[in-house]
């Protein structure tokens, strides 16, 4: 009798992966009346294809399968032949744009400047836009201030984050031009009279061996503006606006496209999208088709698949758009290209409770900045000043050994938040409210309140005020830098917020080159399709180096625009 062949579909459904999707089905997916059971099929069907997304000769990554608590948002990706016959319409453009978030809209953006007629798709009502800042070289604002920034220090930097796994023609590519992109994109928001200014943001001094590079930017915003610290919010409707001002450029949105056009292996000539009355649509894209779909952090399924479990399954989430649902690394493995190795790289931070983010404006910067984390044995496990990708880890260790974690601080770390910040008492009785923060008079108290060891917890209060006491540069344990912190005096009350990891976005995706062309699986351009932001790979590995802040948002912005460029004058 000959040997059965394990497919990995097998694989899958005998790893146990029953009970793994969240409660609903798949959106896109037939309806479901059968119950959990038919719901669980679906997900293993799902994560399967995921698994075999890179063909027959991929290997198999075992990993235990772990359930995945992020949200799940409506995947356009279709997997099938659509027939002639569905096909409504065909249109014609110079360049089609897939996904409006400052990707994509910087690169409809320049391709409308360049003269080209654009039409940009936006699965959902608005591309997502929840961010803060960005990361740019050679700026005008930056060269008037006469910022000394080394691009051969930041193109650095950003290997040995990825732990030179990636090529460093893009790396190259985004120095060279991020700064010609920030002076197009403040020229784009003053079109508008937007009144929304870049600036240098400054950073605070850091002592743990990572350089501090200046190419942080963020944006002034007219006064009474802002009711948030995510500018990007208010960027991307300028920016949408400007795309107002081009005849010859649109966006359409709830309009997602399902399948990029490849015959024979030649150029991407255009993309299949539905319309929001369900019917399909052809759009062949003489110039190039731009991927700018973000990741996949609201697809569980691709998540199970292609990210290591610890790195999600004890997190929260923060996904302000549940549109990231890997649409453009799918398309784009389906016409052969290639893509990140697996694992691939997330976002993930420190800073966050099991609901989501703290409310920042209460607790950090402040006393999670100052304050100590500890387990529920009451023990340090991480230099806490240390950036948050790396705290988040060690965060994630803990948890996987079992672990509850906990910032502690105490009045004299949290300071003057309640005057300071108007809803910052209620934020504190909220989180209490939930379970998540507790408070007391005294660390006896407090420990017995938040179910941590009381002998543990003062003896690590202690060891570490210990070093304050002895003038100590670095205390002992993790080699923390006493010269920027305070120790946890014994004043209360002291507080004890539940801390967990959260999951932003994920940030691996389809091998491009500088031009931020699609590369096929022998490392050739795909003609015709280009990709950027979280949909497009070759920039990190492992985690997202928070040390080096704005480089997510500024490699959207910058390979939109370099997409732009190379389709319409690059000679392609």
């Not at 503006?225 to 966006?251: H, M, N, P, Q």
């Not at 022998?522 to 180096?545: C, Q, V």
Request: with cysteine; aromatic share 10%; glycine share 10%.
């Amino acid at each position: 009798m000959g040997k059965a062949k394990l497919t990995r579909r097998d694989f899958i459904k005998g790893a146990g992966l029953t009970g793994v999707a969240a409660a609903g089905t798949l959106a896109l997916a037939p309806a479901l009346t059968s119950g959990q059971a038919v719901a669980d099929e679906v997900a293993q069907d799902r994560m399967s294809m995921y698994v075999e997304a890179l063909g027959g000769d991929a290997t198999m990554l075992p990993m235990l399968p772990a359930e995945c608590p992020g949200p799940r948002g409506p995947i356009a990706f279709e997997d099938r032949e659509i027939a002639d016959s569905e096909i409504t319409s065909t249109e014609e453009t110079d360049v089609l744009v897939v996904g409006a978030g400052i990707g994509g809209l910087i690169g409809t953006l320049k391709a409308a400047d360049l003269g080209a007629n654009v039409v940009a798709l936006e699965k959902m009502t608005e591309g997502r836009a929840s961010w803060e800042s960005f990361g740019a070289v050679g700026a005008r604002f930056q060269v008037e201030q006469k910022l000394d920034i080394d691009p051969a220090q930041l193109k650095d930097e950003i290997l040995r984050a990825a732990d030179w796994r990636v090529d460093p023609q893009t790396i190259e590519s985004y120095i060279s031009h991020s700064g010609e992109v920030a002076d197009f994109w403040q020229d784009q928001m003053d079109k508008v009279n937007s009144g929304i200014e870049m600036y240098k943001f400054d950073q605070a001094p850091n002592y743990n061996g990572f350089p501090v590079i200046d190419s942080y930017v963020n944006f002034k915003l007219p006064e009474g503006t802002s009711k948030t610290w995510l500018f990007g919010l208010y960027v991307c409707e300028a920016l949408r606006d400007a795309v107002a001002t081009y005849d010859t450029a649109e966006i359409r949105y709830s309009t997602p496209a399902v399948q990029l056009i490849r015959e024979d292996g030649g150029r991407v000539t255009g993309a299949i999208a539905k319309t929001a009355d369900g019917s399909y649509i052809r759009i062949n894209a003489s110039k190039g088709v731009l991927l700018a779909t973000g990741g996949y952090d609201a697809n569980p399924e691709m998540m199970q698949a292609w990210i290591r479990p610890e790195d999600y399954q004890y997190s929260s989430w923060w996904n302000p758009s549940w549109g990231t649902t890997g649409d453009g690394h799918m398309m784009g493995l389906k016409v052969g290209a290639d893509m990140d190795s697996l694992p691939h790289a997330v976002m993930n931070f420190s800073n966050a409770t099991p609901g989501t983010f703290v409310e920042k404006r209460v607790y950090f910067p402040g006393p999670m900045n100052y304050g100590i984390i500890v387990n529920e044995e009451g023990k340090r496990f991480v230099n806490e000043n240390n950036p948050r990708q790396y705290v988040s880890n060690c965060v994630n260790v803990q948890m996987r050994r079992g672990h509850t974690c906990y910032s502690i601080w105490n009045q004299e770390i949290f300071g003057d938040k309640f005057e300071q910040v108007p809803t910052a008492e209620d934020q504190v009785a909220l989180d209490e409210a939930k379970g998540f923060l507790f408070r007391a008079d005294t660390l006896d108290e407090l420990a017995e309140k938040a179910g941590i060891d009381a002998e543990g917890l003062k003896d690590t209060v202690a060891r570490y005020n210990k070093a304050f006491e002895d003038g100590l540069e670095r205390e002992e344990e993790f080699y923390r830098y006493t010269g920027n912190n305070v120790p946890i005096s014994d004043q209360g009350p002291f507080y004890a917020l539940l801390s967990t990891s959260v999951v932003l976005a994920t940030v691996s995706g389809l091998t491009i080159d500088g031009n931020a062309n699609v590369l096929d699986r022998a490392g050739k351009p795909i003609e015709g399709l280009y990709a950027t932001g979280n949909a497009s790979g070759n920039f990190y590995s492992g985690n997202y180096p928070r040390h080096i802040p704005g480089t997510s948002v500024g490699r959207a912005a910058t390979f939109g625009y370099v997409a732009a460029m190379h389709m319409l004058e690059g000679g392609n």
